[in-house]
T-cell receptor, first 113, second 112 residues
Framework: NAGVTQTPKFQVLKTGQSMTLQCAQD?????MYWYRQDPGMGLRLIYY???????DKGEVPNGYNVSRLNKREFSLRLESAAPSQTSVYFC????????????FGSGTRLTVV | QKEVEQDPGPLSVPEGAIVSLNCTYS??????FMWYRQYSRKGPELLMY????GNKEDGRFTAQVDKSSKYISLFIRDSQPSDSATYLC????????????FGEGTQLTVNP
């Protein structure tokens, strides 16, 4: 009964370092998403994968890359972290093209110093 | 202008009050409407789901959609301190693909 699992939960990076945020879901959902959440900005879509084998840019894709490894896993990579990428990152998944809503993970709190 | 507008609050009410949370939207193609609840330092969780216009009730929670006014509401009756959270509206339509458009969220505090 895990739902959407994100790792790590917390991370501190130095400017210029790289890292990959991992996300896995066990609900057999087709679609997966990466959001960032910042005070006063709400949830902003970074990238999404409507189905296995496809990925598309969202509202704020610059500085990020994604990989839909298989139906269960969707990773987000920061190649060269910047302080502007300090945020809380949420992964989500959905069935039925999101019409019945998303299931979110518990988030990754990332600080770039 | 944002597609979905939601007053961020904060909103503070006494325990037992009726709470009204609202969102307005501009895209007339939206047909699927949701409310999420997000506790501090947690991920959003789906609270209510409504298709097209009308009302939906689940315990102390009622979701209303008025498509003619492009306005959705969430009412919480007999509010409890455990309802203290941020509430986000979200919506999509046939042309949205699998993407939801979220409001910014309203921060609610229910005081004992």
């Amino acid at each position: 009964n895990a739902g959407v699992t994100q790792t790590p939960k917390f991370q501190v990076l130095k400017t210029g370092q790289s890292m990959t945020l991992q996300c896995a879901q066990d609900m057999n959902h087709n679609s997966m998403y990466w959001y960032r959440q910042d005070p006063g900005m709400g949830l902003r879509l970074i990238y999404y994968s409507a189905s296995e084998g496809t990925t598309d840019k969202g509202e704020v894709p610059n500085g990020y890359n994604v990989s839909r490894l298989n139906k269960r896993e969707f990773s987000l990579r920061l190649e060269s972290a910047a302080p502007s990428q300090t945020s809380v990152y949420f992964c989500a998944s959905s069935a039925d093209r999101g019409r019945l809503g998303y299931t979110f993970g518990s988030g990754t709190r990332l600080t770039v110093v | 202008q944002k597609e979905v507008e939601q007053d961020p609050g904060p909103l503070s009410v006494p325990e037992g009050a009726i709470v009204s949370l609202n969102c307005t939207y501009s895209n007339s193609a939206f047909q699927y409407f949701m409310w999420y609840r997000q506790y501090s330092r947690k991920g959003p969780e789906l609270l209510m789901y409504t298709y097209s216009s009308g009302n939906k009730e689940d315990g102390r929670f009622t979701a209303q959609v008025d498509k003619s006014s492009k306005y959705i509401s969430l009412f919480i009756r007999d509010s409890q301190p455990s309802d203290s959270a941020t509430y986000l509206c979200a919506m999509s339509g046939e042309t949205s693909g699998s993407r939801l458009t979220f409001g910014e969220g309203t921060q609610l505090t229910v005081n004992p």
